[in-house]
């Protein structure tokens, strides 16, 4: 059974950090390209970091410069490291691990909010 579960969120003032891990378990997220999604009140979800098999990764406009996705194999957890946060970054976060050939695997979810 595959499981991603997220951890990290909480409540933050505006400019600060938070950093948010997925553990796995039943995949080896070596694998698997990795993603973290965020959905704010009201809103569709939306990429917000992914990062490939080889290192690779991309950002939303929005959080480049402040938010760094990373990998740890031998861990299987992958991490988004928060920084400058702002009220508009308040959201549920998701992991998904994507297979090469298509589907995902999501987890429940962590949430984030972003006020003073």
């Known amino acids: 059974q595959v499981q991603l579960v997220e951890s990290g969120g909480g409540l933050v003032q505006p400019g600060g950090s938070l950093r948010l891990s997925c553990a796995a378990s039943?995949?080896?997220?070596?694998?698997?390209?990795m993603g973290w999604y965020r959905q704010p009140p009201g809103k569709q979800r939306e990429l917000v970091a992914s990062i490939t098999r080889g290192g690779s990764t991309n950002y939303a406009d929005s959080v480049k410069g402040r938010f760094t996705i990373s990998r740890d194999n031998a861990k299987n957890t992958v991490y988004l490291q928060m920084n400058s946060l702002k009220p508009e970054d308040t959201a549920v976060y998701s992991c998904v691990a994507q297979p090469a050939l298509g589907g995902a695997y999501w987890g429940q979810g962590t949430q984030v909010n972003v006020s003073s």
């Open positions: 039943g995949i080896a997220i070596s694998l698997y390209g």
